[in-house]
C-alpha cells in the first residue's frame, strides 16, 4: 500500500513536474514573441510645423517606443545626392527600468557650417527599438521631411515719407518685403504693431498702423521688422520725427457724497473689497478695475478687420464741450490729500443728458457691453487696428458684428461706470495703444499723415 502511494506520489510528481515546464517554455515563447519579439515600431514626432528652416535652426522632435524601449536613433540631411549625418546614437543606457521608453533629440541645422545651399533639402530620421525581430536588429521607424533652406533675410523697403509722430499720437509706414512674410509690421520701442497687406493689389505691400504711446518720449526707436517663413528677420529703416508733446495735470476732488453714488455699481465685481472702507474701494476701482477694463477695452485690437473701412476726418459728439483731454494726468484728491493718480485715456465731452452718439465714422461694431469703470461702452473696429471707444452711455442701439455709417446712432450719453455726470468718453487705440482722438478730428492732418501717405504709395505702385 505503503510502495504504492509512494509511486503514485511520485508519478504526481513527474506530472507536476511536467506541467510546469511545460508552462515555462509557453510562457517563455509567449514572453518572446510578446516581449523580446514584439514588432511595433517606434514613433518619430518633429516639432516643426511647417518646412522652413532659416539660417541656424535646430530640429528637434521626440522618439516613442512603448514596447521594447528606445535602441538607436539616427537623423541626416540630404541635398543634390549629399547626406550629412547629423546625429548616431545608439545603446541608450536605460535604468533600472529598461531602456527609454521616450527621449527628445535636438540637433542643430546650420546651413552655412553643414554647407547647405538655399533650396530644397531632404530631412530623414530613422529610429530602432531593442525587439529581437530582424536578427536583433529591432523594428525600424523612418521619417522623412522635404526642408526649404532659407538662409536670407527679407529685403523690406519703407515706401512711405515724413512720418511725422508725437507722444500719445498715430502714424502709419507703407513698405513692401521681397519675400511672403507671415509677421510683419512697425517696431515703436518695446511695442509692435501688425501691418497688414491686402490693401493694394501688390500682395508684397503692406499698409501699418502705428502709434507712439503716451508715455514713450522722443528717444523712442523705430523701425520695420519682417520675419519670412524661415524666421530669418528682415528690418527696414524709415525717416521720422518725435515731436515734443506735454498732457495736462488735472486735480480731481473725490467727495464723499460722489463715493457713495459711484460704489454700488461695482459691488459685484470680482474682487471687490466688500467689508472695506468707502476709500479704499474706491482705489480697488480706480486702480485694479481700471486695468481690467483697459484690457477688456483693447482686447478687440489683436484681431482687427482687415479692411479699412472708413473715410474722412472722424466725427466727434455735436454741440457738446470738451471737459478732459487724452492722457491727463489726474491726481485725485480726498479730504485735501492725495489719494491716487491716473492717466486719462480719452477725451470726455458732455452736451444735453442722454444725448445721441454719432459712430465717429464707419465700421464694424467690434464690442458691445459692461466694462466696469467705463459704464456701458461700444467699440467700432475701423480696419486695420483703428478703433474707437464710446463710454458711460445710458443705452446702445448697435450690436455686436453689426456694420455702422459715419454718424450712424450707436447710442445715447450717460453715466454709466466710474463718471461725475452725464458725458461721452471717447476714446481711440490703435492695436494696443490709446491714442489722442484729435488727430483723427483733423481732417488736414489725416490728409497729410493717412491718406496722402496711401495715395503717394498707390502711385509708385503704379508705376512700378
Ligand atoms: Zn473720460
Redesign the pocket.
Known amino acids: 500500500m505503503g510502495f504504492k502511494k509512494r509511486r503514485e506520489r511520485g508519478k504526481g510528481l513527474k506530472y507536476s513536474l511536467a506541467a510546469v515546464l511545460i508552462t515555462m517554455v509557453a510562457v517563455s515563447a509567449v514572453w518572446l514573441l510578446m516581449v523580446k519579439f514584439e514588432g511595433r515600431a517606434p514613433e518619430i514626432e518633429l516639432d516643426m510645423s511647417d518646412s522652413f528652416i532659416g539660417a541656424d535652426a535646430a530640429v528637434s522632435g521626440t522618439i516613442t517606443d512603448e514596447k521594447s524601449g528606445i535602441r538607436k536613433l539616427w537623423i541626416a540631411v540630404i541635398q543634390n545626392d549629399r547626406e550629412t549625418v547629423l546625429k548616431e546614437e545608439s545603446d541608450f543606457s536605460g535604468t533600472q527600468q529598461g531602456p527609454p521608453r521616450q527621449r527628445r533629440f535636438e540637433v542643430d541645422l546650420n546651413a552655412g557650417k553643414l554647407d547647405l545651399k538655399d533650396g530644397k533639402a531632404l530631412l530623414r530620421i530613422a529610429a530602432w527599438d531593442h525587439s529581437w525581430r530582424g536578427w536583433f536588429s529591432g523594428n525600424q521607424a523612418y521619417l522623412e521631411k522635404e526642408i526649404t533652406i532659407d538662409t536670407q533675410p527679407p529685403r523690406v523697403e519703407v515706401i512711405s515719407r515724413q512720418h511725422n509722430i508725437r507722444p500719445g499720437g498715430s502714424g502709419l509706414a507703407v513698405y513692401r518685403m521681397s519675400e511672403n512674410c507671415p509677421e510683419h509690421g512697425v517696431v515703436v520701442g518695446d511695442h509692435f504693431f501688425p501691418g497688414h497687406k491686402g490693401y493694394f493689389d501688390d500682395p508684397e505691400l503692406a499698409v501699418c498702423f502705428f502709434a507712439l504711446a503716451h508715455d514713450q518720449d522722443r528717444d523712442t526707436k523705430l523701425h520695420v521688422q519682417a520675419l519670412d517663413p524661415a524666421g530669418n528677420a528682415g528690418r527696414g529703416g524709415f525717416y521720422y520725427h518725435i515731436r515734443n508733446k506735454s498732457f495736462d495735470a488735472e486735480p480731481l476732488p473725490v467727495s464723499d457724497r460722489f463715493l457713495s453714488r459711484i460704489l454700488p455699481e461695482f459691488q459685484s465685481e470680482d474682487g471687490f473689497p466688500a467689508d472695506a472702507g468707502a476709500l479704499e474701494q474706491f482705489l480697488f476701482v480706480n486702480r485694479e478695475l481700471r486695468k481690467k477694463n483697459n484690457r477688456t477695452i483693447l482686447a478687440p485690437g489683436r484681431s482687427p478687420d482687415e479692411q479699412m473701412h472708413w473715410q474722412g476726418g472722424f466725427s466727434r459728439l455735436p454741440n457738446a464741450a470738451r471737459k ?1 483731454s487724452f492722457a491727463d494726468h489726474r491726481t485725485y484728491v480726498y479730504n485735501g490729500e492725495k489719494i491716487d493718480e491716473q492717466i ?1 485715456m ?3 465731452l458732455a452736451s444735453v443728458s442722454q444725448a445721441p452718439v454719432p459712430a465717429a465714422n464707419a465700421g464694424k461694431v467690434a464690442f458691445v457691453g459692461r466694462a466696469g469703470i467705463y459704464g456701458n461702452v461700444v467699440i467700432i473696429d475701423h480696419g486695420f487696428g483703428l478703433f474707437s471707444v464710446y ?1 458711460h452711455l445710458s443705452r446702445s442701439s448697435v450690436s455686436e458684428g453689426q456694420m455702422v455709417e459715419k454718424n450712424d446712432i450707436i447710442g445715447g450719453t450717460g453715466a454709466t461706470g466710474l463718471a461725475g455726470g452725464d458725458h461721452l ?1 471717447y476714446g481711440m487705440f490703435v492695436h494696443d495703444v490709446f491714442v489722442d482722438p484729435m488727430e483723427w478730428w483733423d481732417s488736414q492732418w489725416i490728409q497729410n499723415n493717412i491718406t496722402g501717405k496711401l495715395e503717394h504709395a498707390r502711385e509708385l505702385a503704379k508705376n512700378n
Open positions: 478732459a486719462h480719452g477725451i470726455d463710454a468718453h
